[in-house]
């Protein structure tokens, strides 16, 4: 495969983006740090640290280098990105791993939003936990008979909650929109 570019948006909003080449080698380790898990959670563990790598590298390339957690540690310095900038770009490194065959327990999907108190809102990148290829054939007539029991695990990839290149905080949906990460406010 040849190497693969991705916008990455950021200063807030999406108001900017700059195009960011990851190069066969660098797409190659990714693929080592990945390709070992053996099952969802595992798939998990290697993601957060990945992104958080993705992100490092597009650093190099683009002004999101001065990223740093939350939206106010910045001081809204060239480069920063809110919670859109990076679901949305979070989302695009997810779909590039995913088409790359690099996701092989979860299915991305779209991008979460969660309001506290009303006034604050706050975006993440979503994955969803596929069902077992083994799952035994009358635990899927099961699923498709009572869809609302058998609702399948999704998380969040957020890594707006810590500085560019480091890994990102992944958590279940539900925990999130209940408010759960890292004690940045939003």
Request: proline content about 6%.
């Amino acid at each position: 495969m040849a190497d693969e570019r991705i916008s990455v948006c950021y200063n807030y909003g999406c108001a900017a983006e700059g195009m960011v080449r990851y190069t066969e080698s660098q797409l190659a380790w990714v693929r080592k740090a990945m390709l070992p898990a053996k099952n969802p959670q595992q798939e998990r563990d290697a993601l957060g640290p990945v992104i958080g790598r993705l992100y490092g590298w597009a650093g190099q390339q683009t002004p999101i280098y001065a990223d740093k957690g939350g939206n106010y540690a910045d001081d809204a310095a060239p480069g920063s990105m809110d919670c859109i900038d990076h679901s949305t770009t979070t989302t695009r490194l997810l779909r590039m791993l995913a088409r790359r065959g690099m996701l092989r327990f979860h299915e991305v999907q779209e991008v979460e939003r969660r309001t506290r108190l009303f006034i604050f809102e706050h975006y993440s990148a979503v994955i969803e936990e596929l069902p077992p290829r083994w799952l035994p054939r009358e635990k899927m007539r099961y699923m498709q008979e009572a869809p609302e029991a058998a609702k399948p695990d999704r998380y969040v990839v957020d890594s707006w909650f810590v500085d560019n290149g480091e890994a990102a905080v992944i958590l279940s949906l539900d925990d999130w929109k209940d408010g759960a990460g890292p004690g940045v406010e939003d």
